[in-house]
């Protein structure tokens, strides 16, 4: 009886993975070869209705595969080899520790089934197309220092894509505080104020914000002087009352608390 397959399974995927074979006839280890296209492989297990096989290397595309048994061959199943992915580009490449959904750009997204941030942690993508998928970042547990950046790997039917280096790591960072402030008190138009905290690193704004609620206005003239440090001049416009100055970074906007007051009399 001439061997005869009836499934493959997986059906697609890549070199390195372990492939089943079931059907009827296909022999054993002694007697059974594994044909892909050209390729001939010698099955890890085999009896009459299973062989079970390692995939050899192969180009994106399609393979046929077949059971050679003491010569004899059996009908043919399709294989596609798939491609491993590449990631290009991030959109964005910053966050908080907590962060929200990002844009990954690359190639080979359509099979896509996990997306891993470094050590961090893994998270489940939505597919917008080959070259484009959606992803929320798992949130970062306690770290040292101010930002982590973790190289985005995307996985998909053909394997898992290369760190490339800057443009394919998301970088978290810690939520800025602010520990003081001198002088604390002061008119509207004070300058050179300075503001001591932590995680000062890549400064978008700082804000005058009354402190119980209200509209915030952004510092004038700020410099950032350090990690822990920056300085800045008080909004002329400002009227009478307590203020909490908030530094905002990527890691955040720092949370009100009295050690960053201004007071204007």
């Given at each position: 009886?001439?061997?005869?397959?009836?499934?493959?399974?997986?059906t697609a995927g890549h070199s390195g993975?372990?492939?089943?074979?079931?059907?009827?006839?296909?022999?054993?280890?002694?007697?059974?070869?594994?044909?892909?296209?050209?390729?001939?492989?010698?099955?890890?297990?085999?009896?009459?209705?299973?062989?079970?096989?390692?995939?050899?290397?192969?180009?994106?595309?399609?393979?046929?595969?077949?059971?050679?048994?003491?010569?004899?061959?059996?009908?043919?199943?399709?294989?596609?080899?798939?491609?491993?992915?590449?990631?290009?580009?991030?959109?964005?490449?910053?966050?908080?520790?907590?962060?929200?959904?990002?844009?990954?750009?690359?190639?080979?997204?359509?099979?896509?089934?996990?997306?891993?941030?470094?050590?961090?942690?893994?998270?489940?993508?939505?597919?917008?197309?080959?070259?484009?998928?959606?992803?929320?970042?798992?949130?970062?547990?306690?770290?040292?220092?101010?930002?982590?950046?973790?190289?985005?790997?995307?996985?998909?039917?053909?394997?898992?894509?290369?760190?490339?280096?800057?443009?394919?790591?998301?970088?978290?960072?810690?939520?800025?505080?602010?520990?003081?402030?001198?002088?604390?008190?002061?008119?509207?138009?004070?300058?050179?104020?300075?503001?001591?905290?932590?995680?000062?690193?890549?400064?978008?704004?700082?804000?005058?914000?009354?402190?119980?609620?209200?509209?915030?206005?952004?510092?004038?003239?700020?410099?950032?002087?350090?990690?822990?440090?920056?300085?800045?001049?008080?909004?002329?416009?400002?009227?009478?009352?307590?203020?909490?100055?908030?530094?905002?970074?990527?890691?955040?906007?720092?949370?009100?608390?009295?050690?960053?007051?201004?007071?204007?009399?």
């Open positions: 009886m001439a061997p005869s397959i009836t499934s493959i399974s997986p993975q372990t492939m089943t074979i079931t059907g009827t006839g296909l022999g054993s280890l002694s007697t059974t070869k594994v044909n892909f296209g050209t390729k001939t492989v010698t099955p890890t297990a085999a009896s009459s209705t299973s062989v079970t096989l390692t995939i050899p290397s192969g180009c994106s595309g399609q393979a046929n595969v077949t059971v050679t048994v003491s010569g004899v061959n059996s009908n043919s199943s399709a294989f596609f080899y798939v491609a491993a992915p590449t990631v290009t580009s991030l959109t964005p490449s910053t966050g908080p520790a907590a962060p929200g959904a990002i844009d990954v750009f690359g190639t080979g997204f359509s099979t896509a089934t996990s997306v891993a941030f470094g050590t961090v942690g893994t998270a489940v993508p939505t597919v917008v197309s080959d070259s484009h998928l959606t992803v929320t970042p798992p949130g970062h547990g306690a770290f040292t220092g101010c930002t982590d950046a973790a190289d985005v790997l995307v996985t998909n039917t053909g394997g898992t894509s290369s760190p490339i280096g800057a443009s394919g790591q998301f970088t978290y960072y810690q939520l800025p505080t602010v520990t003081g402030v001198t002088p604390g008190t002061g008119a509207a138009g004070t300058t050179g104020v300075i503001v001591a905290g932590t995680c000062f690193v890549d400064v978008s704004s700082v804000t005058f914000t009354p402190t119980g609620g209200g509209a915030s206005t952004p510092a004038d003239n700020v410099n950032i002087t350090g990690v822990g440090s920056l300085t800045l001049d008080v909004p002329g416009t400002l009227a009478a009352g307590t203020y909490d100055i908030q530094v905002i970074t990527p890691g955040g906007t720092s949370t009100a608390v009295a050690a960053d007051h201004f007071v204007i009399p």
